[in-house]
């Protein structure tokens, strides 16, 4: 059975950082990343990696201060939040699928029907 474990997360004030993690257990997929929702918005894919070759997308919202990154033996990729903004608070949840590489570099890679979701963990940042 396929499990995601996210760890890190909390709160942070403006400017500052977190990271988090997310261990993927029973299989490799070909795409991972992290989805985002603050209250009342829509869910954003904000980041994601080909873990083939480490090649990345990040969102605009997030390019130049959110980095991921990935330990392919372990299965575990993390997401580096530096620069944080009051608008990047939400739930960020870790997912994972296998779709091709054009699809994990979309933007919308997590949409796919069979896309396996960790619980979830909460950010907030303060002003």
């Known amino acids: 059975q396929v499990q995601l474990v996210e760890s890190g997360g909390g709160s942070a004030q403006t400017g500052g950082s977190l990271r988090l993690s997310c261990a993927v257990s029973?299989?490799?997929?070909?795409?991972m990343g992290w989805v985002r929702q603050a209250p009342g918005k829509e869910r954003e894919g904000v980041v994601a990696i080909w873990t083939g070759d480490g090649s990345t997308y990040y969102a605009d919202s997030v390019k130049g201060r959110f980095t991921i990154s990935q330990d392919y033996a372990k299965n575990t990729v993390f997401l580096q939040m530096s620069s944080l903004k009051p608008e990047d608070a939400a739930m960020y949840y870790c997912a994972t699928n296998q779709v091709r590489a054009y699809d994990c570099f979309s933007g919308s890679w997590w949409r796919s029907f069979n896309t396996y979701w960790g619980r979830g963990t909460q950010v907030t940042v303060s002003s």
């Open positions: 029973a299989a490799t997929f070909s795409c």
